[in-house]
Every structure is written in C-alpha cells, then in structure tokens.
C-alpha cells in the first residue's frame, strides 16, 4: 500500500508559477515510476509528466518546456514545477505512482489558471 498526498494547488494568473509537491508513504525509488496527471473540468484524465525509478523523465506535448517533474529522494516527495501556467491549465492534479505493479492515486490538488 502506498499513500500519495498532493499539495501546492491554487489559484494564478496566467503567465504565473506553482510548485506541486507529492509526499509518498514509502521510498519513491522503490516504485518504477511516479508521474503527475490531470483531470481539467469535464474532460479526461490525461498524464502531465512521469519520472522513472531510474530518473527518466517524460512530459506531455502541451506542458513540454514550461513543467518540470523532480524528486527528492531523501524526502519521497516528487515535485512539478509548473511555469508560464495559462488558463488550460486548470484542472485537478493528481500523483500517480505504480509500485510492484499496482497504481496509486493521491486525493488531487486543483490548479486554477485566470486569464
């Protein structure tokens, strides 16, 4: 069992920045990936960002350039940087980690991006 708790959603304006974070209950390099997705209002889930166990990083089409997915391995936390934020952005973030193949999800954090 692995619990993922989110934090550092809110409200920005766009052009504006916000730091996610995601604090897991067990070694992150322990887990083959974590990655961070998002749900915007009425649309589908869809994978922002993954890093691997190995530090491989990997970004959807639309955030490439402005997130950046890190870790802190002393704290199992993995961070999303998230720069030039624009209104599309809003959405319910959520920390996704798959360990000894099962996925986890944490509670989600909302991201509202005004124009």
């Known amino acids: 069992q692995v619990h993922l708790v989110e934090s550092g959603g809110g409200l920005v304006q766009s052009g504006g920045s916000l730091r996610l974070s995601c604090a897991a209950s067990?070694?992150?390099?322990?887990?083959?990936?974590v990655g961070w997705h998002r749900q915007p209002p009425g649309k589908q889930r869809e994978l922002v960002s993954v890093i691997t166990r190995w530090g491989t990083t990997n970004y959807a089409d639309s955030v490439k350039g402005r997130f950046t997915i890190s870790r802190d391995n002393a704290k199992d936390t993995v961070y999303l940087q998230m720069n030039s934020l624009e209104p599309e952005d809003t959405a319910v973030y959520y920390c996704?980690?798959?360990?000894?193949?099962?996925?986890?999800w944490g509670q989600g954090t909302q991201v509202t991006v005004s124009s």
């Open positions: 996704n980690a798959n360990f000894l193949g099962s996925n986890y």
């Open positions: 067990k070694s992150i390099v322990s887990m083959n990936a």
